[in-house]
């Protein structure tokens, strides 16, 4: 079966920077995605790492360490807006559906 | 306007009743998922479907019944609805293939309370 490790809550200011770990076990690796959801509302996607290495879309970037079964979100330049619950998923059955965290609390302040 | 909804976003009923929520998208999508979210727990697979007519169970289908007799239709049924499964449902989709760099869509839920 699959399970996946990330801290509950993450605080920090606006402007800052902060990393939400997450690591997983999981019988067949198929990638590392994560989610934003705002207020208990429809989860959207954020990023997918295949392989090792980092991919950056914005301020945005995300970390994958296959050897290490650990990856990481990292949020920039953190805003307001970025106060949200943050999700790590790993494939399930092949790849085909995800199965995610429990989530990840960020809650950012002026 | 294309996407995914579901229905209804809010329901409340009795235990024993059967509870059926809808999701629908139109984006031809050929994978479908249902989840549960509960405090504590994030988001939970209840059942998924590769295409019309093939489900696959997730990580908690105990209680709940699925169909897909049409790519863009994807009900969930509670067939005696119980106290534990009040939650928030999520219906998402996403595009063909096995790759999960093919994001899942989200809706926008159902918040089910059983009393």
């Known amino acids: 079966g699959q399970s996946l490790e990330q801290p509950s809550e993450v605080t920090a200011v606006e402007g800052a920077i902060v990393q939400i770990n997450c690591t997983y076990q999981t019988s067949g690796f198929y990638g590392l995605s994560w989610y934003q959801q705002h207020d208990g509302g429809a989860p959207t996607f954020l990023s997918y790492n295949a392989l090792d290495g980092l991919e950056e879309t914005g301020r945005f970037s995300s970390f994958l360490s296959r050897s290490d079964s650990y990856g990481y979100l990292l949020l920039q330049e953190l805003q307001m807006k970025d106060s949200a619950s943050y999700f790590c998923a790993v494939g399930h059955q092949a790849g085909t559906a995800l199965i995610f965290g429990k989530g990840t609390t960020l809650s950012v302040s002026s | 306007d294309a996407g995914i909804t579901q229905s209804p976003r809010y329901k409340i009923t009795e235990t024993g009743r059967q509870v059926t929520l809808m999701c629908h998208q139109t984006?031809?999508?050929?994978?479908m998922f249902w989840y549960r979210q509960d405090l504590g727990h994030g988001l939970r697979l209840i059942y998924y479907?590769?295409?019309?007519?093939?489900?696959d169970k997730g990580e908690v289908p105990d209680g709940y019944v699925v169909s897909r007799s049409k790519t863009e239709n994807f009900p969930l049924t509670l067939e005696s609805a119980t106290r534990s499964q009040t939650s928030v449902y999520f219906c998402a989709s996403r595009a063909t293939g096995t790759a999960l760099n093919q994001p899942q869509h989200f809706g926008d839920g159902t918040r089910l309370s059983i009393l």
């Open positions: 984006w031809s999508h050929s994978y």
């Open positions: 479907s590769a295409a019309a007519d093939i489900t």
